[in-house]
C-alpha cells in the first residue's frame, strides 16, 4: 500500500525557516517523480514545487522560487521541503504527492502537514 | 502561466442528479487534465486523467470530456458520497495549475 506521511510542520515567526518531510512506503521510491501542493485555510489548491525521481529536475511557482528547495534521498525513501524567508501567505496545508513522471497528475497524497507563519 | 478557469464555483444538486463542471484552459494543454475530488480536511483523491480517463476503482459515473480547451467532468447519478470540492488541474508543462474548485452542496 503506497503511503505518504508529512512532518515538520508548525508555527514560524515571518523571515523563518522549517524544513518538511515526507517519508514514502509501499513503492519505489526513486521510480517516481513527487510534488508539493499547498492549501492556504479555506482556499484551492496551489502547486508549489515538483522534482524528478532521480532528484536532477526540479521545479518550482513561482510564488516559491528563491526562498523553497526541494529534495530528495532515495536511499531513505525521502522527500524534503526547505523553506526560508516565510511570509504569512505561506501558511497553508502542505501535501506531499507522487507523480508517475514530473509532467503526470498526482496519483497518492500524504495527509499534509500545516505550516502557520505568523508572529 | 497557463490559467485555468473552473465554473461553477459552487454548486447545489440532489442525490440522483446528473451534474457537469468545467474548466477552460488559457492555452492548449492537450489532454493534459485531471480532476481531483477533495473532502473536508481530507487530501485531494485523482478521478480521472488525460481528460477522461478514469482512475482505478473510481466509479463509472464519473466521466470527464474535452473539447479543445474546454473540459467537463460529469457525475452521471450524484451518490451521497460525492458531496465535495472538485479541481481540475493541467500538466502540460511543468508549471501546473489547478482551478480554482467546485464546492458540490445538497440541495
Known amino acids: 500500500e503506497v503511503q505518504l506521511l508529512e512532518s515538520g510542520g508548525g508555527l514560524v515567526q515571518p523571515g523563518g525557516s522549517l524544513r518538511l518531510s515526507c517519508a514514502a512506503s509501499g513503492f519505489t521510491f526513486g521510480s517516481f517523480a513527487m510534488t508539493w501542493v499547498r492549501q492556504a485555510p479555506g482556499k484551492g489548491l496551489e502547486w508549489v514545487s515538483s522534482i524528478s525521481g532521480l532528484g536532477g529536475s526540479t521545479y518550482y511557482a513561482n510564488s516559491v522560487k528563491g526562498r523553497f528547495t526541494i529534495s530528495r534521498d532515495n536511499s531513505k525513501n525521502t522527500l524534503f521541503l526547505q523553506m526560508s524567508s516565510l511570509r504569512v501567505e505561506d501558511t497553508a496545508i502542505y501535501y506531499c504527492?507522487?507523480?508517475?513522471?514530473?509532467?503526470?497528475?498526482?496519483?497518492?497524497w500524504g495527509q499534509g502537514t500545516l505550516i502557520t507563519v505568523s508572529s | 502561466d497557463i490559467q485555468m478557469t473552473q465554473s461553477p464555483p459552487s454548486l447545489s444538486a440532489s442525490v440522483g442528479d446528473r451534474v457537469t463542471i468545467s474548466c477552460r484552459a488559457s492555452?492548449?494543454?492537450?489532454?493534459?487534465l485531471a480532476w481531483y475530488q477533495q473532502k473536508p480536511g481530507k487530501a485531494p483523491k485523482l478521478l480521472l486523467f488525460?481528460?477522461?480517463r478514469l482512475e482505478i476503482g473510481v466509479p463509472s459515473r464519473f466521466s470527464g470530456s474535452r473539447s479543445g480547451t474546454d473540459y467537463t467532468l460529469t457525475i452521471s447519478s450524484l451518490q451521497p458520497e460525492d458531496f465535495a470540492t472538485y479541481y481540475c488541474e493541467q500538466y502540460y508543462n511543468m508549471l501546473f495549475t489547478f482551478g480554482q474548485g467546485t464546492k458540490l452542496e445538497i440541495k
Open positions: 492555452q492548449g494543454i492537450g489532454n493534459s
Open positions: 504527492a507522487r507523480r508517475g513522471a514530473v509532467a503526470d497528475p498526482a496519483d497518492y
Open positions: 488525460a481528460a477522461s
